[in-house]
């Protein structure tokens, strides 16, 4: 059976084919637009965990997604396809992570990991397994991108993108990187890792052809990271969350200040959206929450502000997804998930359909 009548014989009214790749669809990878690229790894986190099995949590709620987007209605036909990890990414994930505890709990204690030969060969060995990651994604992202796909990372923690910004490094000479976050993550080599999920933005201005960095949500820093920003110059704008709320207490609209935001970028962007940027209820179970933030709704306003702007969406990535008790930080990641797909699609000229409009008096 074809592409064209696997869509006919769909029903895309009824749950999501449970046998199937994400959202339940019955495309193969080949068949796809859009290859997700699922990285559940966590070595490095110091406080809340889960991140690793993020992407999990967000493919078993994916199934639940209704496809009639009102946005994208016609997105599903695309497809899209939730690849397969390497075995090796969730192993290393567990046995790297509780190699970096004692590491993580001396540095807490003040003592100094270099003068503990076996604290200092195990953070070696920790630094050397992320960079291998990192080129392993590289490579993967590379392999789908020459088939002609559009690819996009879901995390695991924020350090799991570092891979995928080089690959599009190679690619594209100059691109700008939309952050949505709680935090700066402009940490350098934060608790002694050098792939810290708190130092991913600090990494990826390391890649020269990252030309801007525009910071949403911000809410939580410290000196360190105020400094490398200015450093930075013109090529980091930061909009704490303190400060677009005060514009918005003072008048200015959402529509206002995603007009700035996307006028600050370049004509190429990458989006890079950690989930605790939103406010705390659609995330409880994220590993650093910080109150205050964004609604999901406020997000996808900027995202379809940014795909109607004329700017070149070239990526994204969805990290920091951590699943709880029940299925709600699932269920909030797959619906953005979609919804950001839906985006690079558009964007990108895929037919997704017109926007479904309602009668409104």
């Not at 192993?91 to 003592?111: R, T, V």
């Not at 570092?162 to 490094?169: R, T």
């Not at 949403?216 to 013109?234: H, L, P, S, T």
């Not at 909009?239 to 207490?249: G, Y």
């Amino acid at each position: 059976m074809n592409k064209q009548q696997k869509i006919e014989n769909f029903d895309p009214s009824q749950p999501g084919l449970a046998d199937a790749t994400i959202f339940g669809l019955p495309f193969t990878a080949e068949e796809s637009e859009i290859i997700i690229i699922p990285v559940p790894w966590e070595v490095t986190v110091s406080y809340g965990a889960g991140a690793s099995e993020g992407p999990e949590a967000v493919l078993d709620a994916s199934f639940q997604v209704d496809l009639q987007h009102q946005q994208f209605p016609e997105l599903w036909k695309l497809g899209m396809y939730y690849d397969e990890a390497p075995e090796h990414w969730a192993k290393n994930s567990a046995k790297y992570k509780n190699l970096a505890q004692p590491i993580i709990e001396a540095l807490e204690n003040g003592e100094d990991v270099s003068v503990f030969p076996a604290l200092q060969s195990d953070l070696d060995k920790i630094n050397k397994v992320c960079a291998e990651l990192h080129a392993e994604v590289k490579e993967r992202v590379l392999h789908w991108i020459k088939k002609g796909k559009k690819v996009v990372l879901l995390g695991g923690d924020h350090s799991t993108p570092l891979g995928y910004y080089q690959a599009l490094a190679t690619l594209h000479d100059d691109f700008g990187i939309l952050h949505l976050d709680a935090h700066m993550d402009l940490r350098i080599a934060y608790e002694g890792f050098t792939y810290s999920h708190a130092s991913i933005m600090y990494n990826a201005l390391q890649i020269p052809q990252i030309t801007k960095l525009v910071q949403v949500g911000i809410r939580d820093f410290c000196e360190q990271e105020v400094e490398v920003a200015k450093q930075q110059g013109n090529r980091v704008a930061v909009h704490t969350d303190m400060d677009l709320k005060a514009e918005t207490f003072e008048g200015k609209t959402w529509q206002q200040q995603c007009d700035a935001i996307i006028n600050a970028l370049p004509q190429k962007v990458c989006v890079s959206f950690d989930i605790d940027g939103m406010y705390s209820w659609y995330c409880p179970n994220t590993g650093t929450p910080v109150p205050g933030g964004f609604s999901f709704e406020q997000a996808t306003y900027l995202f379809d502000k940014l795909t109607e702007s004329g700017k070149e969406i070239i990526g994204f990535d969805l990290v920091e997804v951590a699943p709880g008790e029940d299925d709600w930080d699932g269920n909030v990641g797959a619906r953005m998930l979609f919804h950001m797909c839906g985006m690079l699609a558009k964007n990108n000229g895929l037919d997704v359909g017109s926007k479904i409009n309602f009668n409104r008096k």
